[in-house]
C-alpha cells in the first residue's frame, strides 16, 4: 500500500462517520482501523475480561516474559476500542513478548474525560504493569494517569496531545487529523482535563513515536525537548512522510513499519 492509498482510504472512512449516532460511528470506526491491521499472531491468545470492573482485552504471546504491559487506544476519547486498536495491541504484544492489556475505557459524550482517566488509572494501579503505551486520546490518558499516580515505569507514548492545544502552539494541518479536528476534540473534555505542566515530564523514562504531517508533532517535539532538559531519558523517532493515524497500518506502510520497530525496540530495551 502507498502513503497516499492509505490516506485516501482512511480520510474516506473518517468522512462516513460524519452525522451518525455516536454507537454507530463507533461501530463503523473500529472496522475501518481495521481493515488496516496486520494478521494476529499465530501464537498470541487473545482474552477479554474485566480489571477492576474495567473492561479489558488481554493479548498474550505464548512465550511471554513475566510483566504486563498496559495499553490505551486513541479515537478522540469519542472513539475507538480494543476492536479497533485490535492489530495495534497484538503487534505490541508480539514484538515486547509481553502480555498486552488493552483498556475499553468510556468514551465521551456518554463519559467525561474524569471517567475516562479513571477508567485508566485503576487498571494500571491495579495491574502494576511494567509500562505503559498510549496512541492519541489515549497517550494522554497514559500521561495524565502516569502523573497522578506516582508512576516509575517506562512510558510509551504515540503522537499524543501535550500541553493545552491552541491555534498557536499546534502545527501546520494536515489530513486525517486538522488543526481544527484538534481544537474541537480538545474543547470537548477541556473541562475535565487536569491542570499540568507540559514541560514537566510524566515519568523520567518514556518512548516517543510521531509522525511528520500531523498538527500535534510540533508541541510534541517542544515537549521532548522540555522533558530531556529536565533530566528524563526521552527516546523519539518520527515517521516521515505519514499522518496521525497511520501506525494502523504499519504492516504496510514501510516508513511507518521502521518507526514501530524502532519504538518497539527501545521499550523493550527499557523492560529488560
Given at each position: 500500500m502507498?502513503p497516499?492509498?492509505?490516506?485516501?482510504?482512511?480520510?474516506?472512512?473518517?468522512?462516513?462517520?460524519d452525522?451518525?449516532?455516536?454507537?454507530?460511528?463507533?461501530?463503523?470506526?473500529?472496522?475501518?482501523?481495521?481493515?488496516?491491521?496486520?494478521?494476529?499472531?499465530?501464537?498470541?491468545a487473545?482474552v477479554?475480561?474485566?480489571?477492576?470492573?474495567?473492561?479489558?482485552?488481554?493479548?498474550?504471546?505464548?512465550?511471554a516474559s513475566?510483566?504486563a504491559v498496559?495499553y490505551v487506544?486513541?479515537?478522540?476519547?469519542?472513539?475507538?476500542?480494543?476492536?479497533?486498536?485490535?492489530?495495534?495491541?497484538?503487534?505490541?504484544?508480539?514484538?515486547?513478548?509481553?502480555?498486552?492489556v488493552?483498556?475499553?475505557?468510556?468514551?465521551?459524550?456518554e463519559?467525561?474525560y474524569?471517567?475516562?482517566?479513571?477508567?485508566?488509572?485503576?487498571t494500571?494501579e491495579?495491574?502494576?504493569?511494567?509500562?505503559a503505551?498510549?496512541?492519541?486520546?489515549?497517550?494522554?490518558?497514559?500521561?495524565?494517569?502516569?502523573?497522578g499516580?506516582?508512576?516509575?515505569?517506562?512510558?510509551?507514548?504515540?503522537y499524543?496531545?501535550?500541553?493545552?492545544p491552541?491555534p498557536?502552539?499546534?502545527?501546520?494541518?494536515?489530513?486525517?487529523?486538522?488543526?481544527?479536528d484538534?481544537?474541537?476534540?480538545?474543547?470537548a473534555v477541556?473541562?475535565?482535563?487536569?491542570?499540568?505542566?507540559?514541560?514537566?515530564?510524566?515519568?523520567?523514562?518514556?518512548?516517543?513515536?510521531?509522525?511528520?504531517?500531523?498538527?500535534?508533532?510540533?508541541?510534541?517535539?517542544?515537549?521532548?525537548?522540555?522533558?530531556?532538559?529536565?533530566?528524563?531519558?526521552v527516546?523519539?523517532?518520527?515517521?516521515?512522510?505519514?499522518?496521525?493515524?497511520?501506525?494502523?497500518?504499519h504492516?504496510?506502510?514501510?516508513?511507518?513499519?521502521?518507526?514501530?520497530?524502532?519504538?518497539?525496540?527501545?521499550?523493550?530495551?527499557?523492560?529488560?
Amino acid at each position: 500500500m502507498t502513503p497516499e492509498a492509505f490516506r485516501h482510504a482512511f480520510a474516506q472512512g473518517l468522512r462516513k462517520l460524519d452525522g451518525l449516532p455516536p454507537g454507530a460511528a463507533r461501530r463503523r470506526y473500529d472496522r475501518l482501523c481495521g481493515r488496516f491491521a496486520p494478521p494476529l499472531p499465530g501464537d498470541l491468545a487473545i482474552v477479554d475480561g474485566r480489571v477492576a470492573g474495567v473492561p479489558v482485552r488481554r493479548f498474550r504471546p505464548a512465550d511471554a516474559s513475566p510483566g504486563a504491559v498496559v495499553y490505551v487506544h486513541g479515537g478522540g476519547w469519542s472513539l475507538g476500542s480494543v476492536r479497533s486498536h485490535q492489530g495495534i495491541a497484538a503487534s505490541l504484544a508480539a514484538r515486547l513478548r509481553r502480555e498486552v492489556v488493552s483498556v475499553d475505557y468510556r468514551l465521551a459524550p456518554e463519559a467525561s474525560y474524569a471517567d475516562a482517566l479513571a477508567d485508566c488509572r485503576i487498571t494500571i494501579e491495579t495491574l502494576a504493569p511494567m509500562a505503559a503505551v498510549g496512541d492519541s486520546a489515549g497517550g494522554r490518558l497514559v500521561m495524565d494517569a502516569a502523573a497522578g499516580g506516582g508512576w516509575q515505569g517506562p512510558l510509551g507514548l504515540i503522537y499524543p496531545p501535550v500541553g493545552r492545544p491552541t491555534p498557536a502552539t499546534l502545527g501546520p494541518d494536515a489530513p486525517l487529523l486538522s488543526r481544527a479536528d484538534i481544537l474541537a476534540l480538545w474543547q470537548a473534555v477541556a473541562d475535565d482535563m487536569p491542570e499540568g505542566d507540559p514541560d514537566r515530564p510524566p515519568g523520567a523514562f518514556l518512548e516517543v513515536l510521531a509522525v511528520e504531517h500531523d498538527p500535534l508533532t510540533a508541541p510534541l517535539e517542544a515537549a521532548v525537548s522540555a522533558w530531556r532538559a529536565a533530566g528524563a531519558e526521552v527516546g523519539y523517532r518520527r515517521a516521515p512522510g505519514l499522518w496521525h493515524g497511520a501506525l494502523h497500518a504499519h504492516a504496510a506502510l514501510p516508513a511507518m513499519g521502521e518507526a514501530w520497530d524502532d519504538f518497539c525496540t527501545a521499550l523493550a530495551r527499557r523492560l529488560m
